[in-house]
């Protein structure tokens, strides 16, 4: 059975030591964009890991472009941060004074002095602040020398992809790409959304963004097959569906590459074993079969690193599925005010009588998510929260894809004490679009 479907088996620990042994190892671009995120520490354990392997370390140029394009703004948004922290100190001093103020300690308490301990916070907080500057002094700036990007330039010395030959090249992925993305054969079509819309314009050629990752994936199996590798192993922070295979049972855990990418890798590359590791993932194991000292805090520094952008990803993602509810309640209901609230209910519509009712919006991408927001407390939750008019509320589930929605209508069929719609959130050329999937016995959204 193995040799016949060796893309459905794990490999074995024999076969781990052989790809670590004599793997390719290729990079993402957000695995470098990620080492101005971290720690120096962390930043410097994973260069040296990669490191290690130098001689057999290969950057697609789609990687390097993307690395190039972004570069700056993950600058920006790291230098950012000094002034996030310093509006936060600065508002510590008077909401403290305020609250304690209203306490009229020094009428009504014999010991306790509140000027004393705001003086104290406050010297603490400008010490602070002065530590802030001169570390700020020492920050990577838009200008200026960059050590992280000359640490990067020579460890990928003579190691990078050439590219795209012509237009007609890309063209040819784009045309490929739109047939794989309505399949939703990976990897990309995660990223067939509107943010992801628009071209790069580099060297005469058109790179359209939401092609990216499969523009790289093309690349990086024509590398491999040019150089007859056997073993591949790619690094990447990218934690959408379209790279990874997932466990659901306990929350989301990755297991392994999509299978459908493991066998094209082997049909189109000779690829025996291809396997794909996190930066966390990749560190955590690089001391085993590298050799190379890594401290356990860089690990789990850079898994946070990973999980945060994740997090922010899919808060995008809940925002443009509020959006996306709005225009379709806005289409069914055209002599209704339909208006989007600053609160409790996402959306309010007032019918022609005067009649008010409410849309909650919950954007759901896995099963782990799915069932948390259809256990019961959640509903308790949901029902204590404050509205701004008594109204029938309906609470719109927005599934990420097909499984999910027939998954989401399996629980709530089973009793949901509130309305409810399933929705699937579909990503359309004129940008996304919602489907209604099911519907409880009293969804208010006709």
């Not at 790809?19 to 671009?29: E, G, M, Q, R």
């Not at 603490?124 to 010490?127: N, Q, S």
């Not at 009649?355 to 409410?358: A, E, F, Q, T």
């Not at 894809?401 to 999910?404: P, V, Y």
């Given at each position: 059975?193995?040799?016949?479907f060796?893309a459905?088996?794990y490999p074995t620990?024999?076969?781990?030591?052989e790809?670590?042994?004599?793997?390719?190892?290729?990079?993402?671009?957000n695995?470098?964009?990620?080492?101005y995120r971290?720690p120096?520490?962390a930043s410097a354990?994973?260069?040296d890991?990669?490191?290690k392997?130098?001689s057999?370390?290969w950057?697609?140029?789609q990687?390097a472009?993307?690395?190039q394009i972004?570069?700056l703004?993950?600058?920006a948004?790291q230098?950012?941060k000094?002034d996030?922290?310093?509006?936060?100190?600065?508002a510590?001093?008077?909401e403290?004074?305020i609250k304690?103020?209203?306490?009229?300690?020094r009428r009504?308490?014999?010991?306790?002095d509140?000027d004393?301990?705001?003086?104290?916070?406050?010297a603490?907080?400008?010490?602070f602040n002065?530590q802030?500057?001169?570390?700020?002094?020492?920050?990577?700036?838009i200008?200026?020398?960059?050590?992280l990007?000359d640490a990067?330039e020579?460890l990928?010395?003579q190691?990078?992809?050439?590219?795209p030959?012509?237009?007609?090249?890309?063209?040819?992925?784009?045309?490929?790409?739109?047939?794989?993305?309505?399949?939703?054969?990976?990897?990309?079509?995660e990223?067939?959304v509107k943010e992801?819309?628009?071209?790069h314009?580099v060297?005469g050629?058109?790179?359209?963004r939401r092609?990216?990752?499969l523009?790289?994936?093309e690349?990086?199996m024509?590398?491999?097959?040019s150089?007859n590798?056997?073993?591949l192993?790619?690094?990447?922070?990218?934690?959408?569906?379209?790279?990874?295979?997932?466990d659901?049972?306990?929350?989301t855990?990755i297991?392994?590459?999509?299978?459908?990418?493991?066998?094209?890798?082997r049909?189109?590359?000779g690829?025996d074993?291809?396997?794909q590791?996190s930066?966390?993932d990749?560190?955590?194991y690089?001391p085993e079969?590298?050799?190379?000292?890594?401290?356990p805090d860089?690990?789990?520094?850079?898994?946070?690193?990973?999980k945060r952008?994740?997090?922010?990803r899919l808060?995008?993602?809940?925002?443009h599925?509020v959006d996306?509810?709005?225009?379709?309640?806005?289409?069914l209901r055209?002599k209704?005010v339909v208006e989007?609230s600053?609160g409790?209910p996402?959306?309010l519509?007032?019918?022609q009588?005067g009649?008010?009712?409410?849309f909650e919006?919950?954007?759901?991408?896995?099963?782990a998510?799915?069932?948390?927001r259809?256990?019961?407390d959640?509903?308790?939750?949901?029902?204590s929260r404050?509205?701004?008019?008594?109204?029938?509320?309906?609470?719109v589930?927005v599934a990420s894809?097909?499984?999910?929605a027939?998954?989401?209508?399996?629980l709530?069929?089973?009793?949901?004490?509130?309305?409810?719609?399933?929705?699937?959130?579909l990503?359309?050329?004129e940008?996304?679009?919602l489907?209604?999937f099911s519907d409880?016995p009293k969804?208010t959204?006709?």
């Open positions: 059975m193995r040799s016949s060796p459905f088996y620990p024999k076969q781990f030591e790809l670590w042994a004599n793997a390719l190892f290729s990079v993402d671009a695995v470098l964009l990620n080492l971290y120096k520490g354990d994973l260069l890991a990669l490191g392997v130098n057999r370390l950057l697609p140029h990687a472009l993307e690395y972004n570069r703004n993950v600058i948004e230098i950012g000094y996030e922290v310093r509006k936060i100190l600065r510590v001093p008077n403290l004074k304690l103020d209203k306490l009229q300690l009504r308490h014999s010991t306790i509140p004393s301990l705001v003086e104290t916070i406050s603490t907080i400008a010490k002065d802030l500057d001169e570390l700020e002094k020492s920050q990577i700036r200008t200026g020398g960059d050590y990007r990067i020579e990928f010395a190691r990078i992809g050439t590219g030959s012509d237009q007609k090249e890309l063209d040819a992925i784009y045309k490929s790409g739109a047939d794989r993305y309505k399949r939703r054969f990976p990897p990309g079509y990223d067939d992801k819309e628009g071209f314009f060297a050629l058109a790179f359209e092609f990216g990752d523009i790289l994936w690349e990086l024509k590398e491999a097959q150089r590798a056997k073993y192993i790619f690094i990447t922070d990218d934690n959408k569906e379209d790279w990874w295979t997932t659901e049972s306990k929350g855990r297991i392994s590459p999509r299978r459908e990418l493991v066998e094209e890798m049909a189109r590359a690829v074993y291809y396997f590791y930066s966390g990749f560190l955590k690089a079969y590298l050799g190379t000292a890594v401290n860089s690990v789990e520094q850079v898994r946070e690193v990973t952008s994740e997090a922010v808060r995008q993602r809940g925002s599925a996306t509810v709005f225009d379709w309640i806005s289409q055209p209704d989007m600053a409790y996402d959306i519509v007032m019918d009588h009649r008010p009712s409410g919006v919950q954007y759901i991408w896995d099963v998510e799915a069932r948390r259809t256990a019961p959640f509903y308790g939750l949901l029902a404050p509205q701004t008019h008594a109204m029938s509320i309906t609470v589930f894809d097909l499984s999910l027939a998954y989401l209508t399996d709530l069929r089973t009793g949901s004490p509130m309305n409810y719609i399933v929705g699937l959130l990503d359309t050329a940008g996304p679009k489907s209604a409880g969804a959204f006709r």
